[in-house]
């Protein structure tokens, strides 16, 4: 079980940076995560996906890497982390 207490605001932030700085194709391919299905984090009006950008901020926490399988995206997974954390997180929006 994945236990997120090491995991901070600003590992989180970091996390952007890297994926605005990568791409979104180059970071899914280098963190082995894929876009969002249901919801999405808001950060200085873009949006971001929220359970790829949590497992990165992860591995930044703690060195260990984890898969998309590891933990959930959802309301009881990944987006109560990110609202602890003091992110906004929405509905995704259709393409």
């Known amino acids: 079980m994945v236990t997120w207490n090491r995991v901070t605001r600003n590992d989180v932030l970091h996390a952007i940076e890297e994926y605005d700085r990568l791409g979104s194709d180059n970071f899914f391919r280098e963190r082995g995560f894929g876009p969002s299905r249901t919801y999405e984090l808001v950060w200085e009006d873009r949006r ?6 949590l497992g990165a901020a992860y591995e930044f926490a703690t060195g260990q890497r984890l898969a998309s399988g590891d933990f959930e995206g959802g309301k009881a997974g990944a987006v109560a982390v990110l609202r602890r954390l003091g992110f906004t997180i929405a509905p995704r929006r259709s393409a």
């Open 48 to 53: 971001y996906p929220h359970k790829a950008l």
